[in-house]
């Protein structure tokens, strides 16, 4: 994880077991190695990310990143802002990230990051503090994640190693260099 001196967490919500398996383990993958501290799957608890995200810390380690399942959404979003957090709502419906991203690293609240799956309840529109576009088509929860925790962490977080890996990669120009830790 970077740090910023805060946490900031990724929460998603809308979670559908038997069809997001594979794009809710990459949201969670961009999490962590996009520099946030914790990740959350709000209301539902799948196995099978759980499983991919702990095969992945285990060869490639997790340093403190923080996985969390079965909690009540709407109850985790009242408590972070019960204890002082700010809430960013990833949405194409809101602000442009160019015209609130420095209010938002401006602030030194702990930062939850929502990002939905299927269509998002009204309520956390209202919940968040911030309600905001990566642009104004729609894509993918996976890439605004990826571009508003970059904009975030101001690309620091690319070089992030976790100091609990067994494997870490050696950059070539060509094939594939991994490196056992000793
Ligand atoms: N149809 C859903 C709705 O209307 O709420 C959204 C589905 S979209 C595939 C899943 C998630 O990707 C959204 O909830 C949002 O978090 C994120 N997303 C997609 N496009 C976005 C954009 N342009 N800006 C910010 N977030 C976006």
Known sequence: MIDRGIKVCVLRIGHRPERDKRVTTHVALTARAFGASCFVLGDVEDRSVSESLRKVCERWGCGGFEYVSGVS????????????????????????????????????????VIVGASKVPRIFYELADFNVAIGHQPHSEVAALAIFLDRLFEGRELHLIFSDAKYYIEPSVKGKKVVRVE
């Not at 809101?94 to 030194?108: A, F, W, Y």
């Open 73 to 112: 959404s709407v109850e985790f979003v009242n408590k972070w802002k019960s204890l002082g957090g700010s809430v960013v709502h990833l949405t194409m419906y809101g602000l442009h990230l160019d015209d609130v991203i420095n209010t938002i690293k401006s602030s030194s609240k702990d930062l939850l």
